[in-house]
T-cell receptor, first 112, second 115 residues
Framework: NAGVTQTPKFRILKIGQSMTLQCTQDMNHNYMYWYRQDPGMGLKLIYYSVGAGITDKGEVPNGYNVSRSTTEDFPLRLELAAPSQTSVYFC???????????FGQGTRLTVV | AQTVTQSQPEMSVQEAETVTLSCTYDTSESNYYLFWYKQPPSRQMILVIRQEAYKQQNATENRFSVNFQKAAKSFSLKISDSQLGDTAMYFCAFMKQTNNNDMRFGAGTRLTVKP
């Protein structure tokens, strides 16, 4: 019963490097989300998807890209890492009929 | 756009006592959901309680209950008989009941339960 799985759990990037944060859910949820949580702050929505092939911007999309080729996977891409992207990233999923978001364990990303 | 405001950055309570965390929100939507999530030091986000906006009755889950005031756009969380394990960040969240299920969070309240 995996739920929402994020990898990696921790990562250190150098400025200008690229990386992809992976997110997979096995609950057949149609909605998936990426949030970032800065120290002492709430979660801010980066991107979300309402189904395979459909993505949309949230509050803070700049510097990120996403894709949703399957129901299960929703990777988040950082193309040119910047110190401002140092944060904890959470992936979540939900189902229209069940108004509750299920979260992964988070990825702590540090850009130096 | 929906906004969620938690005006208490930090709170503390003695073990076994009751504490209330405040949350207000702003929306033009009629149909939506409200949530309280708990984030312990493990970082995992855990759903504490959910309220449907169309329901007048306040939601209750064991020691956790809410005071939902739709007209005032207020959604407070009451924790009764506080336990040491309740120490965590608590986030209020709003979700539209539309085809995008957009969910927005407040900045959080750090709750410390003291022995």
């Amino acid at each position: 019963n995996a739920g929402v799985t994020q990898t990696p759990k921790f990562r250190i990037l150098k400025i200008g490097q690229s990386m992809t944060l992976q997110c997979t859910q096995d609950m057949n949820h149609n909605y998936m989300y990426w949030y970032r949580q800065d120290p002492g702050m709430g979660l801010k929505l980066i991107y979300y998807s309402v189904g395979a092939g459909i993505t949309d911007k949230g509050e803070v999309p700049n510097g990120y890209n996403v894709s949703r080729s399957t129901t299960e996977d929703f990777p988040l891409r950082l193309e040119l890492a910047a110190p401002s992207q140092t944060s904890v990233y959470f992936c979540a999923s939900s189902y229209l009929a069940i108004p509750e978001a299920f979260f992964g364990q988070g990825t702590r990303l540090t850009v130096v | 756009a929906q906004t969620v405001t938690q005006s208490q950055p930090e709170m503390s309570v003695q073990e076994a006592e009751t504490v209330t965390l405040s949350c207000t929100y702003d929306t033009s939507e009629s149909n939506y959901y409200l949530f309280w999530y708990k984030q312990p030091p493990s970082r995992q986000m855990i759903l504490v309680i959910r309220q449907e906006a169309y329901k007048q009755q306040n939601a209750t889950e064991n020691r956790f209950s809410v005071n939902f005031q739709k007209a005032a756009k207020s959604f407070s969380l009451k924790i009764s008989d506080s336990q040491l394990g309740d120490t965590a960040m608590y986030f209020c969240a709003f979700m539209k009941q539309t085809n995008n299920n957009d969910m927005r969070f407040g900045a959080g309240t750090r709750l410390t339960v003291k022995p």
